[in-house]
């Protein structure tokens, strides 16, 4: 089908959302769609067009077979403040806007945008309705949450009026989606209706990135000897990522010789950045490599550093983090408890408070006297992308996701989890008779059992499955009473109501038929069970499904 893609950051960018956009549009026409690309010359994060590119002029690019790329003018201040980014966005905004409603001639099924920026979001909004297409919107960062939080922008009547401008435009899309679980649930709070949402996490090439053995030829031009543990920044460097701690922790470092820390990338903090660290002999910077050199730089790595700001939690998820995870190494990251970044790196590495340079000093000085724990943590790091974040089956879901929307308007969405426990509980049957009122008597924090008695519950026919032998059992078929559930635990009970949790009491047990995670589960001989926690009725699930 034919696809518009509105993203102001596009390949050849190396990081950010410019990056997932270029393997997004790719992906889609690998798939056989014809892909349509809205964006801006490159420009990120060196704040400068590169190359032969201009922008001054709109160009089209059709080198690439099912794929026409039209870049549209944009202004690119030397330095983004509040004022200054604003005027930037605006430009590509209104650069963009005439060749959207051309392409209203072009009769796209789908109209796809990327934010940031919102700016531009709006013209998305008006091609799709004006060709009858759907439209989806795909956020990267909350953007206005994260310039107001940052002190990029200021004013609380400002801030007022951007978030209403924010929750109508968000209302208008067919699916808004974005990059993780905390940012999807702050769409529900900002008026998205759920079930017009969207889980889209950022992905890795689990082919391109792997682990392999330490980049001696990377050491060598850095001056790094083999046996120095070298800690890594690799991305944007910017306000929101609060650079300032490694430097300062480097200098409580100073002492241990065997520690280098090597910041690589490029953005308009990057020379005040130098500036600070020119004294220092522990630390290296460099810009950034080429995508083809991307797995050797992060092969260099013994330990990876993910610092933030304390005010982006949550606002953000470090495109970074994916090529961390995938290179098998352990990740130092600042996070307050809690936060969705935390649940992941202490699984893999050490979370440590942010804007803390004295938190980030001791955490390195732990992992790097311990190999054995770097190694073990770098396994699990690598066992989290392979489980959670494959470029494959991502967009694949993704591509299966588009395909329904625009075939009948009232497919249900498929949420698709980076988070295997929540994973559990989609797309699942159950075989098997099951008692309701017994099952279920306070199954989420805040739902009654009269609000269970409301759900929607759906009668079906089905041969019951033998836990053991996946063979259909000797008795008859039987009626199975099913109630749905909301995912997410404690959230209210509007839109669509999207997972199932039941016991069973036949003899032999209850077999959960899940597409992904979960492909058999006993449950207790003859007794119906209460759950009054999901989070660990899905860690039963999956520990016996293991």
């Known amino acids: 089908m034919k696809i518009v893609l509105l993203s102001m950051n596009f390949a050849p960018e190396l990081t950010g959302i410019g990056k997932y956009s270029g393997e997004m549009a790719k992906a889609l026409v690998e798939r056989g769609h014809e892909?349509?690309?809205?964006?801006?010359?490159?420009?990120?994060?060196?704040?400068?067009?590169?190359?032969?590119?201009?922008?001054?002029?709109?160009?089209?690019?059709?080198?690439?077979?099912?794929?026409?790329?039209?870049?549209?003018?944009?202004?690119?201040?030397?330095?983004?403040?509040?004022?200054?980014?604003?005027?930037?966005?605006?430009?590509?905004?209104?650069s963009s806007f005439p060749v959207m409603l051309w392409l209203v001639l072009w009769r796209p099924a789908l109209v796809f945008a990327v934010a940031p920026a919102l700016f531009s979001v709006p013209a998305a909004w008006l091609t799709a309705r004006l060709c009858g297409a759907k439209c989806w919107l795909h956020i990267q960062d909350l953007e206005i949450d994260a310039a107001f939080?940052?002190?990029?922008?200021?004013?609380?009547?400002?801030?007022?009026?951007?978030?209403?401008?924010?929750?109508l435009l968000m209302r208008g899309f067919d699916v808004v989606s974005t990059i993780s679980q905390r940012m999807l649930r702050q769409l529900g709070e900002k008026g998205v209706p759920m079930d017009r949402t969207e889980l889209v996490p950022n992905w890795v090439d689990l082919r391109e990135v792997r682990p392999t053995d330490r980049s001696l030829t990377l050491r060598e031009e850095f001056s790094i000897t083999a046996d120095q543990c070298v800690c890594l920044f690799s991305g944007t460097i910017n306000r929101k990522q609060g650079l300032g701690v490694l430097v300062e922790a480097a200098r409580r470092l100073a002492a241990h010789p065997n520690i280098v820390l090597v910041i690589c990338g490029f953005g308009e903090l990057r020379m005040a950045l130098e500036e600070s660290a020119g004294d220092l002999r522990n630390v290296r910077f460099s810009d950034l490599r080429p995508t083809g050199e991307l797995n050797a730089l992060l092969n260099m790595a013994d330990i990876h550093l993910l610092p933030q700001m304390r005010s982006a939690a949550d606002l953000v998820m470090p495109s970074k983090l994916t090529g961390m995870l995938a290179s098998g190494r352990p990740i130092i990251a600042a996070a307050d408890p809690g936060t969705e970044l935390a649940i992941v790196v202490q699984l893999c590495g050490i979370v440590t408070e942010p804007e803390s340079a004295e938190g980030f000093a001791n955490a390195i000085l732990e992992l790097a006297s311990d190999h054995h724990r770097r190694a073990a943590l770098g396994a699990e790091a690598r066992a989290y992308a392979e489980r959670s974040l494959d470029s494959t089956t991502l967009l694949d879901r993704l591509n299966s996701r588009m395909l329904a929307l625009c075939a009948s308007p009232s497919v249900p969405p498929i949420r698709p989890l980076a988070n295997p426990r929540m994973a559990a509980l989609q797309d699942v049957e159950v075989h098997g008779p099951v008692r309701v009122d017994s099952a279920f008597k306070e199954p989420v924090p805040g739902l009654t059992r009269s609000q269970v008695a409301q759900l929607p519950r759906f009668e079906k026919t089905a041969t019951p499955v033998s836990a053991e032998n996946s063979q259909p059992a000797r008795h008859a078929p039987v009626v199975t009473n099913v109630v749905m559930l909301r995912r997410f635990s404690g959230m209210p009970l509007t839109g669509r109501i999207a997972n199932v949790v039941v016991h069973s009491q036949t003899n032999h047990g209850a077999v959960l038929r899940e597409s992904e995670v979960v492909r058999s589960h006993s449950a207790s001989q003859g007794k119906a069970e209460a759950v009054a926690d999901l989070p660990d009725y899905l860690d039963r699930v999956i520990s016996s499904a293991a």
């Open 35 to 94: 892909v349509t690309v809205v964006c801006a010359p490159p420009y990120y994060p060196q704040l400068r067009v590169s190359g032969d590119y201009s922008n001054r002029r709109w160009c089209r690019d059709q080198s690439t077979p099912g794929m026409t790329v039209i870049r549209c003018p944009v202004w690119v201040p030397a330095k983004m403040s509040g004022l200054l980014r604003l005027m930037h966005l605006a430009s590509f905004a209104m």
């Open 149 to 167: 939080e940052l002190g990029l922008l200021k004013g609380r009547r400002l801030r007022s009026w951007a978030t209403a401008a924010e929750r």
